[in-house]
Structure formats: structure tokens, C-alpha cells
């Protein structure tokens, strides 16, 4: 086996903060210090320098550049070994597997520079609704989700009953009123025009958790729960079930990385497109 040397008298007595002082001031890599070797191949002082979080004590210290050193010495004499004993058959095959993930790097490399370059990341409401419009069916819900107000408050608030009446209330001078005491409430929504999922629902109102799903999943103008810290009023506006189309507010995100995703491989084709017909312009590539 492969002659393993482990140097660590001088570290027991330097800090982390010690050890990249030590590297910082010594300016000739040439004469940095060797912490460990196997064979041929050497550990610098600097490849431990971050392995010990700012803090640490000298005795964890040690330990954790011990077991680095161990791991790395594992590492190289498991290599070493692999390239002593390996065919050439299997060599040449290793070599090609580098080959081909090096010549990706670069190609893959290349390809996000023109992306990000060219690619148009504007995206209009109108193509993102007709984006949904064409695909509907591709946009079916795996969860439930509700439209749905609600505010809640400690046991503590004095003004239960106006919070109760105006949340009742349709009229737009009594929402309005109620938006004046939000400051009051622990937690709120009360414009019922967004979706949440019945899950989030779960989160926010956990009373709820109690109840069964399909009395939940209906709708409903007053719904009163409360828990030992406070009280919830929930109005339940709106519902969809599971396998029904997901609205378009509830998937705009989406959408937009979905188109932006089609245009970005729309514009590899048409950058390769390019490259190959420049190439046979200019006589770079040639079929016979």
C-alpha cells in the first residue's frame, strides 16, 4: 500500500482563524505547508483552511481536520489503486465518458450564454391567456381549493361583536370598516378573489383540521370557530374539487416559466439552426 504521512503536530497548536493567517502571509506556494501525503500527492495547509468553522476549539478542530485528512487519504489511495488495476479497455471508456461530460459543459455552458443574451423574457397577459385557454385541459387540479375571507382575533378583543356584524355585512362601507380594525386581528384575508388550497386552509384556520373535509368544501357566508387563543370568522365563497380546471390566477406563475421554457428551446433550435448553416456557407462543415 501506498506510503500514507499525516503531519499535525504544528496544527494542535494553531486556531482556524491561526491556520489562515498563517496561509495568507506565506506568499511562496512553493514552500506552504504539507499537512498530509500519499505517495506523489500532497494536502496543503490551505485545503484545510475552511474546514473548521470560525470558533471551533483546537481540540474539535483537530478532530475535524483528522477526519478530513483521513477521508482524503481514503480517497486517493482507493484511486491510485483503481488506476493501478483498471484495464485499458475500461480506461478508454472512463476516458470517453470525460470527454463527452467535459464537451457538455462547454456546449451547455455556451447555450445559457446566448439564452441569456436573446431570450425574450417579456411575457404579455395576452399570450399567457391564450397560453391557458389552449391548453386547459393540461391544468387539472390535483388539490381542492377554496376562495374564502377570514379574520382572527384574540379571545381579549372588544370589539367581537361590530367585527362579527361587519363581516357579515356585503356592503362595501362595511368591509371597509373592517379593514380599519386589521390592526386589531392576529391574522386576516379579506378580499375572497384569491384561491388558497385546502391544505394552506388547514394551516391558517386550525379548528378546521376538526372538521370533515366535505363540510369544508362547501360553500358558506358564515362559518364561526374558535380555539383556546382566539376566534376565527371564515366566509367561504367559492370551491373547486380535484380533476376540475385550476383558474388562471392560481397558475399564472406557472404558466410563465412554461412559456418561457418553450421559447428558450425554441431558440436553441434556431441558434443551432444557424450554426450549421453558417458552417456549410463557410465551408466548416461538409457531408459526403
Same mark, same amino acid.
Given at each position: 500500500m501506498k506510503k500514507v504521512i499525516f503531519t499535525f503536530c504544528f496544527l494542535a497548536f494553531l486556531s482556524c482563524d491561526k491556520i489562515k493567517e498563517f496561509i495568507s502571509t506565506d506568499t511562496d506556494s512553493d514552500n506552504e505547508p504539507v499537512v498530509a501525503s500519499v505517495g506523489e500527492v500532497n494536502l496543503y495547509l490551505s485545503d484545510v483552511a475552511n474546514v473548521v468553522p470560525r470558533g471551533t476549539s483546537k481540540n474539535d478542530s483537530l478532530? &475535524?481536520?483528522k477526519s478530513y485528512i483521513n477521508t482524503w487519504a481514503k480517497e486517493q489511495l482507493l484511486l491510485k489503486k483503481a488506476e493501478e488495476n483498471i484495464s485499458d479497455v475500461n480506461n478508454k471508456q472512463i476516458n470517453e465518458l470525460v470527454k463527452n461530460y467535459?464537451?457538455?459543459?462547454?456546449? %451547455?455552458?455556451?447555450?445559457e450564454t446566448l439564452i441569456n443574451q436573446q431570450l425574450d423574457t417579456i411575457i404579455s397577459e395576452q399570450s399567457i391567456q391564450k397560453y391557458y385557454t389552449n391548453n386547459k385541459d393540461n391544468f387539472r387540479l390535483n388539490e381542492e381549493l377554496l376562495q374564502l375571507k377570514y379574520i382572527y382575533f384574540g379571545?381579549? !378583543?372588544?370589539?367581537?361583536?361590530e367585527a362579527i356584524k361587519k363581516f357579515q355585512s356585503t356592503t362595501v362601507e362595511d368591509l371597509e370598516d373592517l379593514e380599519n380594525l386589521t390592526i386589531n386581528f392576529k391574522d386576516y384575508m379579506l378580499r375572497d378573489s384569491s384561491w388558497v388550497s385546502y391544505d394552506d386552509v388547514l394551516l391558517k384556520i386550525p379548528p378546521f383540521r376538526y372538521e370533515s373535509k366535505e363540510k369544508l368544501l362547501k360553500k358558506s357566508k358564515f362559518i364561526q370557530k374558535e380555539d383556546s387563543l382566539g376566534v376565527y370568522l371564515v366566509a367561504v %365563497?367559492?370551491? &373547486?374539487?380535484?380533476?376540475?380546471? *385550476?383558474?388562471?390566477?392560481y397558475i399564472r406563475s406557472n404558466i410563465k416559466q412554461l412559456i418561457l421554457?418553450?421559447?428558450?428551446?425554441? &431558440?436553441?433550435?434556431?441558434?443551432?439552426?444557424?450554426?450549421?448553416?453558417? *458552417?456549410?456557407? %463557410? %465551408?466548416? !462543415?461538409k457531408e459526403y
Open positions: 478532530v &475535524l481536520i467535459k464537451e457538455s459543459l462547454y456546449i %451547455n455552458g455556451y447555450k379571545k381579549d !378583543f372588544l370589539d367581537k361583536k %365563497n367559492n370551491v &373547486l374539487k380535484r380533476n376540475e380546471i *385550476a383558474p388562471l390566477s421554457h418553450k421559447r428558450k428551446i425554441e &431558440l436553441v433550435r434556431e441558434i443551432e439552426k444557424t450554426l450549421i448553416n453558417d *458552417a456549410i456557407k %463557410n %465551408n466548416e !462543415f
